[in-house]
Nanobody
C-alpha cells in the first residue's frame, strides 16, 4: 500500500506561483510513474502532468505546458509540481497519483493505482 500526501495548496492571485509537493510512503517510490491531476467543481478529473520513474521523461496537458513543471526526488520519495503564471482556470483540487504497472500511457486516472487526498488551489482574478 502506498500513501500519498499532498501539500502546498492555497489561494493566490492570477499570475502568482505555487509549488505543490506530494510525499509518498514506502521504499519503492522510484518504481512508480507519478502524475498530477486536477478536478474543478462539476468537471471530471483531468490530467495535468506525469513523470517517469527516473524523472528523465515528462508530459503535460497542453494548457499548462509552458507554465507548470513536474519533478521528483526519489531520495526524498517526493514529487513536485511547480506552477507559474497561474490563471483562474487553474482553480481546482489537485491530486497526485502513483502508477504501479507499466502502461502504454499515463494520461488517464485509470492508469494510476494510488491517489492522495487532494489539495485545493484557488486562483483569483
Amino acid at each position: 500500500q502506498v500513501q500519498l500526501v499532498e501539500s502546498g495548496g492555497g489561494l493566490v492571485q492570477a499570475g502568482a506561483s505555487l509549488r505543490l509537493s506530494c510525499a509518498a510512503s514506502g521504499r519503492t517510490f522510484s518504481t512508480y510513474v507519478m502524475g498530477w491531476f486536477r478536478q474543478a467543481p462539476g468537471k471530471e478529473r483531468e490530467f495535468v502532468a506525469t513523470i517517469s520513474r527516473s524523472g528523465r521523461s515528462t508530459a503535460y496537458k497542453d494548457s499548462v505546458k509552458d507554465r507548470f513543471t513536474i519533478s521528483r526526488d526519489n531520495a526524498k520519495n517526493t514529487v513536485y509540481l511547480q506552477m507559474n503564471s497561474l490563471r483562474p482556470e487553474d482553480t481546482a483540487v489537485y491530486y497526485c497519483a502513483a502508477a504501479v504497472f507499466v502502461r502504454s500511457s499515463y494520461l488517464l486516472p485509470d492508469d494510476y493505482n494510488y491517489w492522495g487526498q487532494g489539495t485545493q488551489i484557488t486562483v483569483s482574478s
